[in-house]
Nanobody, 121 residues
Framework: QVQLVESGGGLVQPGGSLRLSCAAS????????MGWYRQAPGKQRELVAA???????NYADSVKGRFTIFRDNAKNTVYLQMNSLKPDDTAVYYC???????????????WGQGTQVTVSS
């Protein structure tokens, strides 16, 4: 059983910062890419940022220069440092991992339960 547990969400004023964390645990052989998605009310879930096992990153245009994704492979943990937050960043943020639970089985995609980020004065 694989679990992704997020933490670090909350309420912050515009211009403020938050750091999200997501720790993967359970029966894991190898984690390939990890990422963060978000879903605002009435909108589709969208990719915010992703990082491969060797550190290559990809960002949504709307967060480039403000958000930074990084990971600690030894801890199976991915982080999202969010700076200069705007009200439009308000959403539920979900952690995602592309991984294998053991040799010989297909890769699978796993999701966390989501953490609320609210940017408001």
């Amino acid at each position: 059983q694989v679990q992704l547990v997020e933490s670090g969400g909350g309420l912050v004023q515009p211009g403020g910062s938050l750091r999200l964390s997501c720790a993967a645990s359970g029966s894991i052989f190898i984690i390939y890419a990890m990422g963060w998605y978000r879903q605002a009310p009435g909108k589709q879930r969208e990719l915010v940022a992703a990082i491969t096992s060797v550190g290559s990153t990809n960002y949504a245009d709307s967060v480039k220069g403000r958000f930074t994704i990084f990971r600690d492979n030894a801890k199976n943990t991915v982080y999202l440092q969010m700076n200069s937050l705007k009200p439009d960043d308000t959403a539920v943020y979900y952690c995602n991992a592309d991984l294998k639970v053991r040799i010989g089985v297909p890769r699978g995609e796993y999701w966390g339960q989501g953490t609320q980020v609210t940017v408001s004065s």
